[in-house]
Nanobody
Framework: VQLKESGPGLVKPSQTLSLTCTVSGGSVTTDYYYWSWIRQSPEKGLEWMGAIASTGSTYLSPALKSRTSISRDTSKNQFTLQLRSVTPDDTAVYYC????????????????WGQGTQVTVSP
């Protein structure tokens, strides 16, 4: 399974960040993974943001739930993160990753990772 993130590298404060993860070698609908979004910054370390299961059910971090949506496009085998009302604190490297079973925030529980994409929030 290979994952690849895509989206803007620069977002202005108060805007909505939208990132897409394209999956190859696997299926977002039939493979029993939790397709997740995780970000990393020097200040906060590794932070799990949310996931969408093969069933379509979504799971969101309580800390980000009010600003986060995760959806999928089954025709393109992609899943998408939307983060609303961004601030400079949302500056991070954003990863998509796949976990079969485990703990959301435990890096070693994820079987597959994208390469990550740097997102900077700045005027």
């Amino acid at each position: 399974v290979q994952l690849k993130e895509s989206g803007p590298g620069l977002v202005k404060p108060s805007q909505t960040l939208s990132l897409t993860c394209t999956v190859s070698g696997g299926s977002v609908t039939t493979d029993y993974y939790y397709w997740s979004w995780i970000r990393q910054s020097p200040e906060k370390g590794l932070e799990w943001m949310g996931a969408i299961a093969s069933t379509g059910s979504t799971y969101l971090s309580p800390a980000l739930k009010s600003r986060t949506s995760i959806s999928r496009d089954t025709s393109k085998n992609q899943f998408t993160l939307q983060l609303r009302s961004v601030t400079p604190d949302d500056t991070a490297v954003y990863y998509c990753a796949a976990m079969e079973v485990g703990t959301w925030a435990r890096e070693s529980d994820y079987a597959y990772w994208g390469q990550g994409t740097q997102v900077t929030v700045s005027p």
